[in-house]
């Protein structure tokens, strides 16, 4: 404990170090209590008990001054001069700066200035700027650090804790910004603007935002002037590290691109803090005036404007944003006649309702399309059912209509023939008929089909049902069925084999009377002279003779 006293005398810890460096670091010149409002808002609800304001702020803020002072013996911050109401000013030397620049994981070489000499002046400007981040951050209490605070204390910090969120960080805010229309960014030129405060807050929807603060003391021509320089900021083109021309400002800050034909340049807000000579209320008109050419966008057949490199002009008065948060209707833009939030304010809520409306349009005619294409298909179908109802076959014996798998059996074909042996009747009459074909034949074959012994081994029937003569009708007897039916080596071929006995011995003196005097015999030898024989040619020839 010792050794900790010596090196921090107040008794500073780590955490009250660490939210000085990262509020200096962020708004280069800050007092105690707008320190201790970002970096420790709990405390803004203790000592509630004290008997003056002055004494419950400097009972709340006894840690980060135990800080500051630790850390101005550590050489990283100093005293700044004070302000009109006689707050100390502190702001972070070189070295505090390169400290902060880890607490707030940016560049060294984009920390800035040290801010000293911002309090020779009373340094009103910068307290309105920092009024403004804390307007804009609304720093919600840690609940548990309150949890043996009085019940009072904590319905307090649990109201503050239920209003309206703010926006970003600390980290989230960037002070005294140069936006060099020449030169470089490390070395401006002349012509440029510089920004009060530059807000990059993607993850609550606001990539970037650039501010001004006013303490009503220009005049509405000194705001456009200074409109014109961030106009000519936007337009500026460099040369990025892939060698293609790109905008200055896209090159240090990532934005989304812009939709086909509307890509607006960065928006920025305009913070009236009235404690100046001048009327915001008579100043805003004349200043929407003098810059219409700058906002003013392209409206479109469906109500909406197109903002195609245009700078979105936002107006806000700091007691507004004080009260009511970056979530309440109090910001302007410039071409419109209703307040509203500022992601309203910063957008395009009528175009992207005509975009909903234009994808749910597009959507209900997809549907329609679908619609129509499956009501076709439908009826398509349906046609082509009654159509093919239509050719199903209709059986020859009962007049049922066949089944798809009898249709399909029935059609089939084996080398351009039938396989059905009954096409044209259904399952059942097909069944009927065959068996009525098969048993006749069958009872016949077993009463008049006796083997025979004399039949040879080589011998064998072609037919296994009973021939009938193809002249007179009459089954074949058992005799003639064999003998016209015998096939073999050695076994001669019947003339007439479809014919029966009677009719073949009928043929048979048929032709005799027609021929007398000769035999079938004869008649075949002499067909068989009358054909010349026939020179064989090469050695096959010689060979047959």
């Given at each position: 404990m010792a050794g900790k006293r010596k090196?921090?005398?107040?008794?500073?810890t780590n955490n009250y170090r660490g939210d000085v460096l990262r509020v200096l670091g962020a708004l280069k010149v800050a007092t105690a209590d707008q320190i201790q409002r970002i970096g420790a808002p709990h405390l803004t609800f203790r000592h509630a008990d004290k008997?003056?304001?002055s004494k419950q702020k400097q009972a709340r803020t006894a840690s980060h001054t135990g800080a500051l002072s630790d850390m101005r013996k550590h050489g990283l911050s100093e005293?700044?001069?004070?302000?009109?109401?006689?707050?100390?000013?502190?702001n972070l030397t070189p070295k505090g700066l390169e400290a902060a620049s880890y607490e707030l994981r940016r560049p060294a070489g984009e920390m800035g200035s040290t801010a000293r000499g911002a309090g020779s002046s009373g340094a009103s400007h910068p307290m309105a700027v920092n009024e403004t981040v804390i307007a804009m951050l609304r720093p919600k209490p840690n609940m548990t650090k309150l949890a043996d605070d009085p019940p009072h204390v904590q319905a307090a910090a649990q109201a503050a804790v239920d209003s309206p969120d703010g926006i970003g960080t600390i980290a989230s805010y960037w002070t005294e910004v140069p936006l060099?229309?020449?030169g470089t960014w490390n070395a401006p030129g002349k012509g440029g603007a510089q920004a009060d405060l530059v807000l990059t807050a993607p993850q609550d929807q606001v990539p970037l935002l650039f501010i001004e603060v006013d303490n009503c003391h220009e005049t509405a021509e000194e705001l456009a002037t200074k409109l014109e320089k961030y106009a000519r900021f936007f337009r500026r083109k460099v040369k990025d590290t892939d060698g293609r021309e790109r905008p200055m400002w896209r090159t240090r800050w990532t934005v989304p691109e812009g939709r086909y034909g509307d890509a607006p340049y960065p928006p920025v807000l305009l913070v009236f803090n009235r404690i100046g000579e001048r009327n915001p209320n008579r100043t805003v008109p004349r200043l929407q005036e003098l810059t219409r050419h700058l906002w003013q966008g392209e409206?479109?057949?469906g109500g909406h404007h197109l903002y195609d490199r245009k700078i979105p002009i936002i107006a806000t008065g700091?007691?507004?944003l004080r009260q009511h948060g970056p979530a309440g209707p109090v910001f302007l833009r410039f071409g419109r006649n209703q307040m509203q939030p500022l992601l309203e304010a910063i957008g395009n809520p009528r175009l992207e309702a005509a975009e909903a409306r234009e994808y749910e349009e597009s959507k209900a005619r997809q549907a329609q399309y679908q619609a129509q294409v499956r009501r076709v298909a439908q009826e398509q179908a349906a046609k082509e059912a009654a159509e093919r109802e239509a050719r199903r076959p209709v059986c020859a014996g009962c007049g049922a209509k066949f089944t798809d798998a009898r249709w399909e059996a029935a059609q089939a074909t084996d080398w351009g023939s039938p396989k059905d042996s009954h096409p044209q009747l259904c399952d059942g009459c097909k069944d009927k008929a065959s068996a009525a074909a098969v048993g006749p034949a069958a009872g016949t074959r077993e009463h008049q089909e006796p083997e025979h012994a004399d039949v040879g081994q080589h011998d064998f029937r072609r037919n296994t049902r009973r021939p009938v003569c193809a002249q007179c009708g009459a089954d074949f007897t058992d005799e003639r069925w064999r003998a016209t039916d015998r096939v073999g080596w050695g076994t001669a071929q019947e003339p007439r084999p479809t014919l029966c006995g009677d009719c073949d011995q009928r043929h048979e003196t048929d032709w005799e009377q027609t021929w007398p005097g000769g035999t079938r015999r004869d008649q075949d030898q002499e067909q068989d002279q009358a054909v010349p024989e026939q020179k064989g040619i090469g050695w096959?020839?010689?060979l047959r003779r």
């Open positions: 090196t921090n005398p107040a008794g500073s008997e003056t304001p005293n700044g001069g004070s302000t009109e109401t006689g707050d100390s000013l502190r060099p229309a020449t409206r479109q057949r700091l007691n507004q096959l020839s010689r």
